[in-house]
């Protein structure tokens, strides 16, 4: 049995507490959970077909990166992101517009250790694999980046193109 101390139960109390409030709101007003918005479209369909896009991510030559780099894809195709963490640091995926991924990456600024698992994001150890499937409802240019503090400014950004 556990001997809980009134400030370690405050401490779990108020963990739980800002774990909630993440995963309810999640930063600058995204809702997560039933009923999500995503500026990028929609998690799709693991029962219907995809096309497989491998995406590597890692470090080379002082950066941090993604391969590739650029993607076009069609309005209304559904994608199955094959994500693999080929550096030596933890990176993530997280897809969306650049407006909302600057939002997401100042809490991460604010929150370092802060971990998710979204149906548009992935976190990835290093060596480690994951994949998102992911349909892509609206037209125009999305980016997937990592956003753990210093990645997304050490060049670690892609773009996806809608069409």
């Known amino acids: 049995m556990m001997n809980w101390t009134r400030?370690?139960?405050?401490?779990?109390?108020?963990?739980?507490?800002?774990?909630?409030?993440?995963?309810?709101?999640?930063?600058?007003?995204?809702?997560?959970?039933?009923?999500?918005?995503?500026?990028?479209?929609?998690?799709?369909?693991?029962?219907?077909?995809?096309?497989?896009?491998?995406?590597?991510?890692?470090?080379?030559?002082?950066?941090?990166?993604?391969?590739?780099?650029?993607?076009?894809?069609?309005?209304?195709?559904?994608?199955?992101f094959v994500l693999r963490n080929n550096g030596e640091l933890e990176h993530e995926f997280v897809l969306a517009s650049t407006a909302d991924n600057l939002k997401h990456a100042e809490e991460m600024k604010k929150h370092p250790d802060m971990e998710h698992e979204e149906p548009n994001g992935r976190e990835l150890a290093p060596k480690k694999t994951g994949e998102i499937i992911w349909k892509f409802t609206k037209a125009g240019e999305f980016e997937y980046a990592c956003l753990i503090p210093g990645h997304r400014e050490a060049g670690m950004t892609g773009t996806i193109v809608v069409k």
């Open 7 to 80: 400030s370690g139960v405050a401490l779990a109390a108020a963990t739980l507490l800002s774990a909630n409030a993440w995963a309810g709101e999640g930063p600058a007003g995204h809702k997560h959970g039933h009923g999500q918005s995503f500026s990028a479209g929609e998690p799709g369909d693991p029962k219907k077909p995809s096309k497989i896009v491998q995406v590597t991510m890692g470090e080379r030559d002082g950066k941090m990166l993604f391969v590739p780099a650029r993607l076009e894809v069609k309005k209304g195709e559904q994608i199955k």
